[in-house]
């Protein structure tokens, strides 16, 4: 049953490359350029480019960048219009003040696609505020972030917050964040997160997380097909509160803390999980930070209930710490192991210290 997914390991990390085509510009896009945006020089095209969108919500239009690197100062709102260019190597956008630099995207229908954002330069991340995410989302519907490169975000990648919903992110790359590089919270619901390749970011390369003081819980979403690691400072793909998620067919390798991690944590003051379901991943040598103890796959509750979450047919390779691991001091409940193949780990190939743990047709366990 491992043939198939075994053959797709490979052992050097491969080309960051986009396989998703970016979103095809209308004939009747209004173009930023005509607007007074003009490409690669040192003139500020803020204004420009957010009058073409301003004008391109009151015409029903979308907004297109033609080829070039433009420069931007501050945020740039992008509310209910479709955003687009004709590949992230063609149309840039640059961010040159590190702190206020997030393009956010608001009400319903909202397309970024076929262009890159990057940030001329970084801050640290302190106070992790949203102006330095590179993309916000906030309480938008029916969105869709496709084909886009995002690079050295002070804070987060991507963005999904203020309980937004019906949004689609899909065949982006994203890297070198400080923060996360996608994060989807605040009580967002029905999130597709497919496609993506995300590397070398300064905490989780893709989060589900609900806080206690959210007035509703993150849920509904899938997280599909995604590429992820890479020399990443935390965990792979976490779901630290959150209900009703789904993460399968992903490849996650090198990240310094668990490649896949559950959890309730009270040190943050997150939600109880329930409902998730890990399925045919392949997760590779991960848990690598020397002062850490996090297996390839941790479920871990130190406060709340976590309960029914499924592990199916999933690789787990080439730990340091050891394969799978479920402890902590709060009240687990069912967790399921089915199918899953373990193989070159070191350390104890499963710890299970709590929970009502069923396991069947595993290898290696």
Known sequence: MFTKKEAAIEEEPVEVKQTV????????ALSIVDEGATPNDESDDL?????????????SKAVYIPPGNYRLSGILTVNGVQLLGDGADEAILTSTNPENGSIDVEGDGAVLSGFAHVYEKTVERGNGANDKNSITVRSATNFTIQSLRIEK?????????????EGKVIGNSVQDTGADGIHITNGSTN???????????GDDTIAVVSYEENSQVTRDIMIRNNDVGYNSKARGISV???????????????TEMAGIYISVE??????NVKNIIVNENIIRHTGTRLTSDHPNI???????????VEFNGNMIMDSVHGGIGVWGNGEIGNVYFNGNK????????????????????????
């Open 153 to 165: 975000a002070s804070t987060a990648g991507i963005f999904i917050g203020y309980e937004s919903s």
């Open 342 to 365: 373990l193989e070159n780990n070191k350390g104890p190939s499963t710890n299970f210290k709590n929970g009502n743990i069923h396991s069947e047709g595993n290898i290696g366990f």
């Open 298 to 308: 941790l479920v871990y509750a130190s406060q709340g209930n976590l309960d029914e």
């Open 240 to 254: 630290v509160g959150g209900e009703d998620v789904t993460i399968e067919n992903n490849r996650i390798r090198d």
């Open 266 to 271: 009270k040190e943050w003051g997150t939600r």
């Open 21 to 28: 085509p970016p979103i095809k510009v209308p004939e009747d």
């Open 47 to 59: 204004a420009a480019i957010q009058s073409t969108l301003d004008r391109a919500a009151e015409e």
């Open 191 to 201: 999130i597709i997160i497919e496609d993506n390749d995300v590397r070398a970011v």
